[in-house]
């Protein structure tokens, strides 16, 4: 069966640190992989996917940056993290373009 | 883009009653239809799903409509109980989109008991 992971869990930051955040996906091949963020009682921003190794489509200018160097391995990186990063991370992935997209247990980033 | 809205963005209702939550779409490509459930602090999952070729899915106590004319799509819970309470967030796929999936604002949905 599938599953996907996300770490770290949590995640503190001070204000201007770097971050990476991974995602792996088992048991599949070839997803379509996503970051979303997630601001506290709100809905789901899209902000990368990826349909493939080294395709990454940004949705959203920002300081955020996301790379797949691995078939199934998403990173969501920053250089520099600001106090609007803060939030809940979700990555998901899907089979196929329309197909459920299975999500993540998510990391929820505090930036201070 | 594709761009959807949802309505109402807060819904209470007493235990048993129906609750109804509603999408539009602006993209008349769009073709794939779900509807996510996200309890307190958890990861959202897929509850019910629609494709533009039917106009009506259920499953047991849920079900979906869809008006491609109109492009909206609702969400009907019957009998709701105490643990239906979650946010419910629709989305909408098409294929001109690059295939994306964009949500909308989610409805944060209490059932009292």
């Known amino acids: 069966s599938q599953t996907i992971h996300q770490w770290p869990a949590t995640l503190v930051q001070p204000v201007g640190s770097p971050l990476s955040l991974e995602c792996t996906v088992e048991g599949t091949s070839n997803p379509n992989l996503y970051w979303y963020r997630q601001a506290a009682g709100r809905g789901l921003q899209l902000l990368f996917y990826s349909v493939g190794i080294g395709q990454i489509s940004s949705e959203v200018p920002q300081n955020l940056s996301a790379s797949r160097p691995q078939d199934r391995q998403f990173i969501l990186s920053s250089k520099k993290l600001l106090l609007s990063d803060s939030g809940f991370y979700l990555c998901?992935?899907?089979?196929?373009?329309?197909?459920?997209?299975?999500f993540g247990p998510g990391t929820r980033l505090t930036v201070l | 883009g594709e761009n959807v809205e949802q309505h109402p963005s807060t819904l209470s209702v007493q235990e048993g009653d129906s609750a109804v939550i509603k999408c539009t779409y602006s993209?008349?490509?769009?073709?794939?239809f779900p509807w996510y459930k996200q309890e307190l602090g958890k990861r959202p999952q897929l509850i019910i799903d629609?494709?533009?070729?039917?106009g009506e899915k259920k499953d047991q106590r849920i079900a979906v409509t869809l008006n491609k004319t109109a492009k909206h799509f609702s969400l009907h819970i019957t009998e709701t109980q105490p643990e239906d309470s979650a946010v419910y967030f629709c989305?909408?796929?098409?294929?001109?989109?690059?295939?994306?999936?964009?949500f909308g604002a989610g409805t944060r949905l209490f059932v009292k008991a």
């Open positions: 989305a909408a796929l098409s294929p001109t989109g690059g295939f994306k999936t964009i």
């Open positions: 998901a992935w899907s089979v196929a373009e329309n197909n459920e997209q299975f």
């Open positions: 993209d008349s490509a769009s073709n794939y």
């Open positions: 629609i494709r533009s070729n039917v």
